[in-house]
């Protein structure tokens, strides 16, 4: 499945025992070139709180194999697959998904803007960090479920994000590491958006990267809410008051089902 050109493989074991997912198997069945490549693995599982009434547990691991606690994309195709609306648990918390037609609606929970929520390695201002690489100085860092940093620019497009992205990414300063998002502003309500996604690289769309910069610029004051962010892989619209919790929207797709054994990439 894809969101916005963002790919996942899904594995559907919420009814069917599966063995343990370990960080070989998800970097092995991601490899694009010996495996069934994806950007992310997302594995469903029954649900360890049904009397919460969580629907079933969702899983992400990226294509190097390190597990992670959301993706916004992702979420929006698990959405279309599960077909109705449903609160399901992920590694950030609860979300509330809606499958709408073509793709989903997304409650991605309340963003968190502490230091020690990012988590960043010392105590500093989220909204205006004392800190730059290079020509990417005074982000701002939000936690939407994951930690994202992010950078304000003139042109989005002319950072040379897959050079600096890793730099950033592995940064002493976050200790969990960090996704990089640079945006530019293209109107009142509308951002463009590149990212370097943590332990992904350069993706065509990052939902997560969406929340986080729409949330960042509706706090600097920058847009207006609801955002439309424009990535590579195309348009997502992002909703968010202060205080309350992030709506996303955009597509989500399946590109096809099959089969493979478990044995040849254990």
Known sequence: MHGLGNDFVVIDARALA???MTPAVARALA???TGIGCDQLVLLEPSAAPEAGHAFR????????SEVEACGNAARAVALLH??????????GPITLE???????????????????????????????????DSLESPMAVNVGNPHVIFF????????????????????????????????????????LRVWERGAGLTRACGTGACASAVAAIRRGLVA??????????DLVIAWEPGGT?????????????????????
């Open 246 to 266: 992030i709506q996303m929207s955009g597509p989500a797709k399946a590109s096809f089902r099959g089969s493979f054994d478990w044995d040849d990439f254990a």
């Open 58 to 65: 969702m899983r992400i691991f990226n294509s190097d194999g």
């Open 153 to 192: 620019v003139d042109d989005a497009d002319a950072v040379p994000l897959e050079s600096i992205g890793p730099v950033i990414e592995h940064d002493p300063l976050f200790p969990q590491r960090i996704n990089v998002n640079v945006a530019s502003l293209a109107g009142p309500d509308h951002l463009r």
């Open 225 to 234: 809410s609801p955002v439309r962010v424009s990535l590579p892989g195309g």
């Open 31 to 33: 490899d694009r070139r």
């Open 99 to 133: 499958p709408l037609d073509g793709g989903a609606r997304v409650d991605m929970g309340t963003p968190r803007f502490d230091w020690d929520a990012i988590p960043l390695d010392v105590p500093m201002d989220t909204a205006a960090m004392p800190v730059g690489w």
């Open 83 to 92: 077909g109705e609306a449903a609160v399901i648990e992920t590694g950030g």
């Open 18 to 20: 599966f063995p343990p």
